[in-house]
């Protein structure tokens, strides 16, 4: 079991930036592949970014390519996302995931609440 927590989540103004963090406790946190998603209500969940166990992988969606950037800190269990260039249409709930690759996404965080006001 591996338990998911995101903080940093907000209220900011376009153009700002913000810095989401996913902390993970239980098993082994370097075995797996970290990503985050996002949802709108009433839209489907959208894949942000992912980044694989040693970071010599990372992967963005193309909306967030060139604003957004994921990272990793194995020694403390945390995988960040740094978003910068925040437009209104990246307001949404932000979630952290966790997965062992080839078979989806193992668990989820409860999500933290991004809002940019134009």
């Known amino acids: 079991q591996v338990h998911l927590v995101e903080s940093g989540g907000g209220l900011v103004q376009a153009g700002g930036s913000l810095r989401l963090s996913c902390a993970a406790s239980g098993r082994t946190f370097s075995n797996y592949i970290m990503g985050w998603f996002r949802q709108v209500p009433g839209k489907e969940r959208e894949f942000v970014a992912s980044i694989t166990w040693n970071s010599s992988g990372r992967y963005y969606g193309n909306s967030v390519k060139g604003r957004f950037t994921i990272s990793r800190d194995n020694a403390k269990n945390t995988v960040v996302l740094q978003i910068n260039s925040l437009q209104p249409e990246d307001t949404a709930v932000y979630y952290c995931?966790?997965?062992?690759?080839?078979?989806?996404?193992?668990?989820w965080g409860q999500g933290t609440q991004v809002t940019v006001s134009s």
């Open positions: 995931a966790a997965g062992l690759g080839g078979s989806g996404w193992d668990y």
